[in-house]
């Protein structure tokens, strides 16, 4: 009985110091992250290529869930108001709510599961089949080489397809209140025009989806580089991946919506 | 044995509590083909990438060309490797680059040469592998053999002082085993270089090697020429080169006796 008791506390501490020196070596892996973005300067090549698989390629899936989100919030928002005749304010409602929370919030969680696990897989497959110690041994930093673009790419795009998912959701939700359910064409863009704030919601919407953005690219490189190289292993730095980011961009929203909208 | 290029003195290595390496000393020669035997699991590619810095050692020294490898600052050891080639044992080819820019990487990224000379260069590599007609192809396209051969001009690539060849016979047919050890042969002799070969394929290995080390069980257990390995009377050798399943290296993994683990233990949870 005793000794079942100290095993689970030895258990229990084994596992909390593996977490500390993975969230160590996370951090230093960073750090040498950093370093390596100078290498952008000589070869920004590296950089636009991976804007175009990180970025580009995350379009589709960012254009198809930010008009369905837009429809959608544009119907719960009619429906909602409609009952006290305010439904002139359902463009108020679908503009704040994409620009603050939803746009940067799914597109990250989008982004996560798109992007962020092929960044993963990708680099952690480098790793398996012994591509990053064959640069290592060429004289060549895979940091720099290979992660760092990835990162920086990843940071690059979250900011401008959360402003694309934020457009698309804006357009559907016109769709949905002007065209299908015959709100003011007039009303709905001057109600968003006066209370929408450049800083205050635009600004601010952009600030979380820069974060959210850092974030993901940092645990999908990370689990990537760090991954054990067998197909297991490379399975389950996949799956932290986008577990691992969807529970912080979630976090993260809290915090950063305290700190901007509090008053 | 000429100059030594490799000096290993007092290695000690280790993963978690297992010991891989316990005061292991060795000279490598500046040229021929130094032969690194041992059974699977004795840590030889462990000890390649000790001595191409990939990893730091418990304790002792692993000078390379009169510098201490673990001693080095990074630029160092970069511009020391950009002297060492490596063949990995899967050939460590970048998947989304052609054969060409395969073979073109090191010199890109390491000269400032035109490229009509990276062109030149490369195809001359590949000619020496006698794949210059697999230049277009992606490495998924090529067979084993072949992108180990690919991997192989690329090693060349920067003319090396060393290339450090791990188990390049694995998982080979007959013929792509006979065209390496042909291949390791010529351009060690052609290039007048330090070739190491890790390997545990006794024949293709001592066929063309100089001088083989013999490790086991964390330690150098013999080290001569061919000849002095076939005519050894050593436990170790006799059973790695006759390829005994029973001796110094024992046929049962560590366990306790038999029958305590059927009747004894009957009630014990495995795992």
């Known amino acids: 009985m005793v000794n079942h008791l100290l095993d689970r506390i030895q258990g229990l501490g084994r596992s909390t110091m593996n977490s500390a020196a993975r969230l160590g070596r996370a951090n230093v892996f960073l750090m040498s992250v950093f370093a390596g973005l100078s290498g952008m300067l000589v070869r920004p090549g590296l950089l636009i290529k991976q804007l175009f698989s990180v970025g580009v390629q995350t379009l589709i899936i960012i254009l198809v869930a930010g008009l369905f989100v837009g429809m959608v919030m544009a119907l719960q928002a009619y429906y909602a108001l409609v009952d006290f005749g305010a439904e002139d304010s359902v463009s108020v409602m679908v503009v ?26 990708e680099i952690g497959l480098m790793k398996a089949t012994e591509q990053l110690s064959g640069m290592e041994m060429m004289a060549v930093n895979p940091i720099e080489r290979v992660v760092a673009p990835r990162f920086l790419a990843g940071i690059v795009s979250m900011p401008m397809l959360a402003a694309i998912f934020s457009a698309v959701g804006v357009l559907g939700g016109y769709l949905v209140a002007v065209e299908l359910l015959g709100l003011d064409s007039g009303a709905f863009w001057s109600q968003a025009q006066a209370k929408v704030e450049l800083y205050e919601d635009l600004g601010n919407g952009m600030i979380k ?12 490189v990370f689990e990537g580089y760090d991954c054990i190289p067998t197909s297991e292993g490379l399975g389950q730095a996949t799956t932290r991946t986008v577990v691992y980011s969807s529970l912080a961009i979630l976090a993260l929203d809290f915090v950063l919506t305290a700190l901007m909208f509090g008053k | 044995m000429s100059e030594t ?16 390496f316990e005061n292991v000393d060795m000279d490598i020669p500046r040229t021929g083909i130094t032969a690194i035997m041992g059974p699977s699991g004795t840590g030889k590619t462990t000890l390649l990438k000790l001595i191409g810095g ?18 080095l600052r990074t630029r160092d050891l970069y511009a020391l490797r950009k002297r060492m080639g490596m063949l990995f044992q899967s050939g460590a080819l970048l998947t989304d680059l052609s054969v060409f820019d395969n073979v073109a990487y090191p010199i890109r990224e390491h000269t400032r040469l035109s490229e009509v000379m ?63 050890v042909q ?23 001592m066929s063309i090697a100089d001088y083989v080390y013999i490790i086991s069980a964390g330690t150098v257990v013999e080290h001569g020429s061919p000849e002095d390995m076939h005519n050894s009377q050593s436990e170790w050798t006799r059973q790695f080169i006759d390829g005994l399943a029973d001796g110094p290296v024992p046929f049962h993994f560590d366990a306790p006796p038999l029958l305590d683990d059927l009747f004894a233990a009957s009630g014990r949870r495995r795992g």
């Open chain 1, 96 to 121: 704040l709510s994409l620009l603050r929370e939803l746009g940067p919030v799914i597109t990250a969680l989008l982004f996560a599961g798109r992007a962020g696990s092929a960044l993963t897989a």
């Open chain 1, 209 to 220: 989806s820069l974060v959210f953005g850092f974030v993901v690219a940092w645990i999908a």
């Open chain 2, 5 to 20: 290029l490799i000096k290993i003195r007092g290695l000690k290595f280790s993963r978690g509590d297992r010991v891989i």
């Open chain 2, 54 to 71: 990939q990893l730091t050692p418990d304790a002792g020294i692993i000078e390379v060309d009169g510098q201490d490898v673990h001693k």
């Open chain 2, 118 to 180: 990276v062109r030149q260069l490369v195809l001359l590599k590949l000619n020496a592998v006698g794949l210059r007609g697999a230049v277009d192809l992606m490495p998924s396209e090529l067979s084993g053999g072949m992108a180990r051969r690919v991997a192989m001009a690329r090693a060349i690539a920067l003319d090396p002082m060393m290339i450090m060849y791990d188990e390049p016979f694995t998982g080979q047919d007959p013929i792509s085993m006979g065209v390496l």
């Open chain 2, 183 to 205: 291949l390791i042969k010529s351009l060690n002799d052609a290039l007048k270089i330090c070739s190491i070969v890790v390997s545990h394929d006794v024949f293709e290995t």
